[in-house]
C-alpha cells in the first residue's frame, strides 16, 4: 500500500517561491514515478508535470516552464515540487499523485493549501 | 493539447438512480481515460482507467465505456456516498495529461 503525506500549508508574498514535500512510505521513490496536480479554490485539477520513466526524464506542463522544479530525494523517498515568481493565481491546493500509467496508479497526498497574498 | 469536455456540469439525482456523464475528447484518445471522484476537501480517487477497469476496491457499481472520442462513467444504483465531483482525465497525450472540468452529482 503506498501512502503519500505531503507537507503543511503555506501562505506566500507575491514573487515569492514554495516547495511542497510529498513523502512516501509502503514503496520506495525509485519504484513511483511521481506527479503533481493542482486545483485552484473552486475549480478544476490542472497537471503541472511528473517523472516520466519511458525516458527518464521529469516533464512539464507549458504553462509552467521555467516556473516549476520538480525533484526527488531518494534518500529519504521525498517528492518535492518548488513554484518560483508566486502570484495571487497560484493560490490552490497542491497534489502529488503516482502516474496514472503505472501500475502503481491511483495514489494521492492529502494536498497542500498555498495561498499567495500580500 | 487535448481538450477533455464533460457533460453536464451538474445535475441533481436521487439515491438508487441510474446516472451517467459523458467525457468527449477533442481527438482520439483509444482508451487512455481514467474517471475520478472527488469530495470537498478531499483528494481526487481513482475509479477507473483504461476506460472500462474498475480501479481495486471500487464498487461494481461504477462502470466506464467507450474509446477514441467518447467516454461514459456510469453509476448503476446512486448511493449517498456518490454525491461528489467527478472527472476524466487523458494520458493518451502526454504531456501534457488534461482533465474534464468536472461533473457536480447533488442530491435532488
Known amino acids: 500500500q503506498v501512502q503519500l503525506v505531503q507537507s503543511g500549508a503555506e501562505v506566500k508574498k507575491p514573487g515569492a517561491s514554495v516547495k511542497v514535500s510529498c513523502k512516501v512510505s509502503?514503496?520506495?521513490?525509485?519504484?513511483?514515478?511521481m506527479h503533481w496536480v493542482r486545483q485552484a479554490p473552486g475549480k478544476g485539477l490542472e497537471w503541472m508535470g511528473g517523472?516520466?520513466?519511458?525516458?527518464?526524464?521529469?516533464i512539464y506542463a507549458q504553462k509552467f516552464q521555467g516556473r516549476v522544479t520538480m525533484t526527488e530525494d531518494t534518500s529519504t523517498d521525498t517528492a518535492y515540487m518548488e513554484l518560483s515568481s508566486l502570484r495571487s493565481e497560484d493560490t490552490a491546493v497542491y497534489y502529488c499523485?503516482?502516474?496514472?500509467?503505472?501500475?502503481?496508479?491511483?495514489?494521492w497526498g492529502q494536498g497542500t493549501l498555498v495561498t499567495v497574498s500580500s | 493539447a487535448i481538450r477533455m469536455t464533460q457533460s453536464p456540469s451538474s445535475f441533481s439525482a436521487s439515491t438508487g438512480d441510474r446516472v451517467t456523464i459523458t467525457c468527449r475528447a477533442s481527438q482520439g484518445i483509444s482508451s487512455y481515460l481514467a474517471w475520478y471522484q472527488q469530495k470537498p476537501g478531499k483528494a481526487p480517487k481513482l475509479l477507473i482507467y483504461a476506460a472500462s477497469t474498475l480501479q481495486s476496491g471500487v464498487p461494481s457499481r461504477f462502470s466506464g465505456s467507450g474509446s477514441g472520442t467518447d467516454f461514459t462513467l456510469t453509476i448503476s444504483c446512486l448511493q449517498s456516498e456518490d454525491f461528489a465531483t467527478y472527472y476524466c482525465?487523458?494520458?493518451?497525450?502526454?504531456?501534457?495529461?488534461?482533465f474534464g472540468g468536472g461533473t457536480k452529482v447533488e442530491i435532488k
Open positions: 509502503g514503496y520506495t521513490l525509485t519504484e513511483l514515478s
Open positions: 517523472f516520466d520513466p519511458e525516458d527518464g526524464e521529469t
Open positions: 482525465q487523458q494520458y493518451y497525450s502526454y504531456p501534457p495529461v488534461t
Open positions: 499523485a503516482t502516474d496514472i500509467r503505472s501500475g502503481l496508479r491511483g495514489y
